[in-house]
Nanobody
Framework: QVQLVESGGGLVQAGRSLSLTCVAS????????MGWYRQAPGKQRELVAY???????LFADSVKGRFTISRDNAKNTVNLQMNSLKPEDTAVYYC??????????????WGQGTQVTVSS
């Protein structure tokens, strides 16, 4: 079993910053990509950013230059630093990790989601 626990969401004014953290635990033999999706009310879930084990990153165009992503491979954690937040960043943010558990195939696991609300 693999569990992902997110923290760091909340309410913030436009232009301010928030940091989200996700910790993967359990049968985490090998954690590959880690990243974040978000889903705003009435919209589809969209990729925000991911980071590969070796450090390669990718960002959605809407967050480039404002968000950064980092990870600690030893602790199986991923952090999303969100700067210059905009009201359109308001969404539930979901952490994910592509994990190969011991004795099991590679699978994607999800966190429970954390609400980020940006007021104008």
């Amino acid at each position: 079993q693999v569990q992902l626990v997110e923290s760091g969401g909340g309410l913030v004014q436009a232009g301010r910053s928030l940091s989200l953290t996700c910790v993967a635990s359990g049968s985490t033999f090998s954690v590959n990509a880690m990243g974040w999706y978000r889903q705003a009310p009435g919209k589809q879930r969209e990729l925000v950013a991911y980071i590969l084990r070796g450090g390669t990153t990718l960002f959605a165009d809407s967050v480039k230059g404002r968000f950064t992503i980092s990870r600690d491979n030893a602790k199986n954690t991923v952090n999303l630093q969100m700067n210059s937040l905009k009201p359109e960043d308001t969404a539930v943010y979901y952490c994910y990790a592509d994990v190969t558990p011991i004795g099991a195939p590679l699978s994607r696991y999800w966190g429970q989601g954390t609400q980020v609300t940006v007021s104008s």
